[in-house]
């Protein structure tokens, strides 16, 4: 089977994205903003997990300080 030559053209105002006009899929060649981008995404996860991880450390401090108030008030009351 043979293969089609590929065959791009730029995309107008975006120096970098190309087309390949035999699929039309538009193809970042810039490959500094790629990284970049697949940093970002991954920090955003990082500090998604850390907030989740903070929210989870308050709920139990919150719990805790509760069991103490508890433990508290039942010695006061002896």
Known sequence: MARKKKEI???EDNPGLIRD???NAIINTNNDA??????QIA???LKGELDKQQSLDIETLKKDMQDIKNLLK?????
């Open 34 to 39: 790629f990284l970049q981008r697949r940093s």
């Open 9 to 11: 053209a730029a995309v």
């Open 74 to 78: 039942e010695l006061a009351s002896k």
């Open 43 to 45: 920090a955003l996860k």
């Open 21 to 23: 006009t035999a699929s």
